[in-house]
């Protein structure tokens, strides 16, 4: 299973807050060994771009989006992310208009007549939509608080496979998911390359080219 460093974040937040807390049944080596491992673990992310990294992972995962974000920190990792954004190159091409379908008169459908306003309905949070005249970071903008609006997900839910599903409804802020989510969260991964591309380079195919070696590993990983 991928593993994303957006997983980063949620993990330590569980050590500190329970697994590394000292309980009264622990004895003084246990205590020792969790204050070693959290010390550790603090100092590890405690470097501000490292620890802004994390951030900007945390927030394109929407199991976990602001949740995990220190409060002091979330509208300086919003400016970030639109910031990004803006960055980004866009696609200047134009969709072609479709084929003109005339409608019948009668076969239109009828304006749905006005329904009462429930009790309910005065709960339900407003979603920000992108006026036609709007700035593109004045949209970005607007994408980021609906993303930020929506339900809570299912901790269980694959972050790269919600993002596929609903890429049209954030078409800006899926760059960013591809750019953080894509990270792993451990070396594992690319430390198995090596040991594969180590079974392809041999002395007896010393003479592979690069590109040749880069189709190899590919295929011995993905068939």
């Known amino acids: 299973m991928y593993v994303s460093v957006s997983y980063i974040k949620p993990v330590i937040h569980l050590f ?3 697994l590394l807390q000292p309980e009264d049944n622990d004895t003084e080596l246990t205590k020792t060994i969790k204050s070693n491992i959290l010390g550790y673990l603090v100092n590890k992310y405690s470097d501000p771009v490292k620890d802004e990294l994390l951030d900007m992972a945390s927030l394109m995962d929407p199991r976990f989006r602001t949740s995990y974000i220190d409060p002091d920190k979330v509208e300086q990792i919003k400016r970030r992310a639109v910031s990004e954004l803006l960055s980004f190159p866009t696609d200047k091409s134009t969709p072609q208009p479709g084929p003109v379908v005339q409608v019948d008169q009668e076969a239109r459908p009828q304006p749905n007549p006005k329904r009462k306003k429930t009790l309910g309905a005065f709960f339900k949070k407003s979603v920000p939509t992108p006026g036609p005249d709007q700035s593109e970071e004045a949209k970005i903008e607007t994408e980021l608080a609906t ?4 339900p809570e997900v299912d ?19 899926s760059h960013l998911a591809k750019k953080y ?7 594992a991964p690319s430390e198995r390359l090596f040991s594969v591309a180590g079974g392809v380079v041999t002395c007896s195919r010393a003479c592979l080219k690069p ?6 590993i590919f295929l011995a990983k993905n068939v």
């Open 155 to 173: 901790p269980d839910t694959d972050p790269l496979q919600w993002w596929k599903s609903n890429k049209s409804n954030f078409s800006r802020l």
């Open 16 to 18: 500190k807050t329970s």
């Open 181 to 187: 989510l894509s990270i792993p969260a451990t070396s």
């Open 147 to 150: 993303y930020l609006l929506l």
């Open 211 to 216: 590109e040749a070696v880069d189709r190899l």
